[in-house]
């Protein structure tokens, strides 16, 4: 199997760089690099990589941009050359795999790079467990239990939950929840669940609702709706009406379902890949089939130079998309990707079974490539005209603030959090694409007054930009801060003991009436704010950006409070475990009559000596007292 991320067997450099020599690396220099396979990397004077590639025989390959007509696009390329490195592997497929990872690592500017850094949902459903679980899951697959996925979407996942629990009702709390309970919750009243908690259905009957949805989850619905019609027809006969009543339901829910997701003539897994590109924007459409059920899709945007062909460009998204992700042993593309067999071959060894991509295609399988097409057509129509606003509103905002030039990097901070409790500040990124989300950072305010959004305010910036200062993230030119002339000046002050001295600042304070539309803009050094006409695509744009950072901070905040709240002053307590915390809780009736009980009340709880109680006693009077 290749290693997707291999150790080279050797790192070398053709450089064309002498103390006074920037110009392409000499022909000597090239001759002296291996024939052997490999990945190269083309920098310039500057020392950014300007491309990557991968190449059977290095030096040919290297040599071949030196010596052959080129493309506008690659004779530019070539013109900022001023070094090459190079990084030998075993095998060309290996190589392909390391481009990939550079890639996605380095993000070249003559390359097509895909900005997906996200792992995709599953559903998960734990076999460990005398009533296992399903339940939404995103994270490593070394886990235990059943994965069934990859789904395009959270959205796709929380549906197919919703539909499951309709059909067979599997219990989907967690275990900690389903431990404690003494009474059935709502998703049993409303008859989401059997009520395995509290042993309203035996483990055996509760088992068939399990081996029902992996058979559903694996495609095999049919074998379901059998076996679901022969127990109809056996409460038939029993003279079980409603019982059989409920199955047949059961069944024509079940069909419709099948109906709606399964892709006709198709059987198992497999990807269908289609790619649009105009106007210097490129759309990737990528539809995800599973056990022959349509699972949903998703549009990927893949940054690529201009003159790219739809192969190349097919080549590097799948090269990219499928590093870090499992592989369907069957992919359908709209074009033949380049170097297609190279690709197969290291997909197949990635995936240690046979993997095939094909491009020509018939009957049921040619219309869903069309529709694939007509997808990524949609997505690349609205993607040119967002981006024809957004570039229109960036233009705006570079005239309103007398910039020389758009901004290339904007970034927002706003402060949430409930009377002091459990501050977070949020850090949201705009680029000249838009939100630039794997860029989003939260952080958790500790050690300040409660309320202080000035002192939140200085500790979020200054643990941001001491990161920027140290090279982690790019400097933004603009830094907007949700609030007036007091967060302007904490802010500013936060970046000067970091050493920050070229972003604009500028505070965005609400209105007297505190309506959208009615902001000022204040600016460091000048007296009077900045005030943009409510209509102004500028005003729109900043709207968008604090509303974003807002909404970011909120989502923390609320995350946060929640977790916070979900843990029982009980679990602080030495010698306080589930069951003597579910007798204490039962007793009085939750934790507020508990706080009201004394000390001997408490002792008398089965388990809960007099010593144990006057802890408890303590710890929540004290905890009373300090809030």
Known sequence: MIDPNPTPHADLAATGRDDCDRGPPSRDRIAALPTSPGVYRMLDAAGTVLYVGKANNLRRRVA?????????????????IAEIEVTVTRTEGE????ESNLIKALKPRFNVVLRDDKSYPFIHLSMDHAFPRLAFYRGSRKTSGRLFGPYPSAAAVRETLQLLQKLFPVRQCEDRFFEHRSRPCLEYQIKRCSGPCVGLINAETYA????????????????????????????????AFERAAALRDQIATLRRIQQRQSVNGEGGDLDIIASAQRGGISCVQVFFIRAGRNLGNKAFFPKAPDETDEGTLLAGFIAQFYADKEVPPELIVSCEPEEHLLLETALSERAERRVRIKWRVRAERARWLEMARGNAEIALQSRLGSQAGYARRMEALRQALELEQAPQRIECFDISHTQGELTVASCVVFDGSGPRKSDYRRFNIEGITPGDDYAALHQALTRRYTRIKQGEYPLPDILFIDGGRGQLTAVARALQEVGIRDVRIVGIAKGPDRRPG??????????????????????????????????????????RRATARKTSLLEGIAGIGPRRRQRLLKQFGGLRGLARAEVDEIARVEGIGRQLAHQIFDALHEAAAGS
Not at 64 to 80: C, G, K, N, P, W
Not at 95 to 98: G, I, P, Q, V
Not at 211 to 239: N, P, S, W, Y
């Open 64 to 80: 071949s941009y030196f010596s052959r007509a080129l493309t506008r696009r690659i004779q530019v390329m070539v013109s900022q």
């Open 518 to 559: 009615t902001e000022c803009l204040w600016l460091l050094a000048v007296e009077t704010p900045l005030i943009l006409p409510s209509d102004s695509p500028a005003m729109h744009l900043i709207e968008q950006i604090r509303d974003e950072a807002h909404r970011f901070a909120i989502t923390g905040h609320r995350q």
């Open 95 to 98: 190589a392909l795999l390391l």
């Open 208 to 239: 068939e609702d399990v081996t029902h949805t992996i058979q559903f989850l694996e495609g095999r619905a049919d074998a379901v709706i059998t076996d679901l019609g022969e127990k109809m027809e056996q409460a038939a006969a029993m003279l």
